[in-house]
């Protein structure tokens, strides 16, 4: 007797990609302005505060929370080379490169942490917002031995 198995998968409904990329360019430039300080400090982080705390509504609204832990490696992507670049700008070309290093491998587990706190906080107030799921079958059907 053979046993056949089916598996069925929702695909998740959008896709966050373009979002994702645009959120990461806009804090590639926050974090670029903010370490060369070639811009108001306040001003800046508000700037990353806001485009992030939209990005994590966003997320939360179409219900891809997952994607929390994923954008913070994305962001890093996006701003290793500015902000390497922003470091050697403030402080020269020798200890910016120093600096720079430091930023771009232990500096961005803070970064990436403060990023992901905030997503994360956003998305779940987007989903808080948008309310329960509104699914009418059940997500599973278990068919026994005997219908088949």
Known sequence: ??????????RARGNVTTPMVLWSSVMAVVLF?????????????????GATALFGIY??????????????????LFAWL????????????ING??????????????????EFVGLTVMAFLGRLFRGPANRGEPDVVIFSPKDL
């Open 1 to 10: 007797m053979a046993n056949v198995v089916f598996q069925f998968r929702e």
């Open 33 to 49: 302005l903010i370490e060369s300080r070639l811009a108001p400090h306040a001003t800046i982080v508000w700037v990353g505060v």
């Open 59 to 76: 997320l939360g609204w179409r219900r891809r929370t997952a994607a929390v832990f994923v954008a913070p490696f994305v962001s890093w």
């Open 82 to 93: 500015p902000l390497w670049v922003a470091a050697m700008i403030h402080d020269g070309i």
């Open 97 to 114: 490169f120093l600096r720079g290093l430091f930023l771009i491998t232990f500096g961005w587990i803070a970064i990436g942490f403060g």
